[in-house]
């Protein structure tokens, strides 16, 4: 079984210092603070900036960060409204390279990160009322609340990530 959340990453994490230990509505805040937050850190961006070390660009680390929120929405959703609670997980990095990240565009990257964080947090306080238990194919049992600090870490992580660059 693959470790997730607090105990791959640390309490705080060991890279960004995000603390696991937030309620779930404190994840909801942070995530529907996420498009406001990116589209002041990146004001001055061109989304090609990139970091050696890192393969992905601004416009590509908000990309990904969409895309997590996207499937993670979806998955709950298919958990609270049709009881559909399996997983099967995706590679961020296959996707990454499928979406060409790098290639895409700041502006309609961030555009689509309102969506996704608005189809989210839609869901997650609905998930979380239902007590939505997702089975992932190598997580295993992923209770909604879970899933919201770890979507609410995987967007301060990578925002984290954004700040390193943009430095």
């Not at 590509?60 to 009881?83: E, I, K, M, P, Q």
């Not at 390279?97 to 990257?109: C, I, K, T």
């Not at 609340?145 to 943009?166: F, G, M, S, V």
């Amino acid at each position: 079984m693959e470790t997730w959340g607090a105990a791959r990453y640390g309490d705080p994490c060991r890279e960004c210092g995000f603390g696991f230990g937030l309620t779930p509505d404190q994840a909801v805040a942070a995530v529907r603070a996420v498009p406001v937050t990116f589209a002041e850190r990146l004001a001055a961006a061109t989304g090609q900036e990139q970091l050696a070390g890192l393969s992905w660009n601004t416009a590509a680390y908000t990309s990904h960060v969409t895309d997590n929120l996207r499937v993670w929405a979806g998955a709950l959703a298919g958990g609270f409204l049709a009881d559909d609670l399996g997983l099967p997980g995706y590679d961020p990095d296959q996707l990454a390279l499928a979406r060409r990240y790098n290639e895409l565009s700041l502006a309609g990257a961030l555009w689509s990160l309102r969506w996704a964080v608005d189809a989210w947090v839609q869901i997650v306080p609905a998930a979380l009322a239902g007590q939505v238990v997702l089975e992932h194919a190598t997580r295993g049992r992923q209770r909604a609340e879970d899933i919201a600090r770890n979507n609410a870490h995987d967007a301060h992580h990578h925002l984290w990530d954004i700040d390193r660059i943009l430095r």
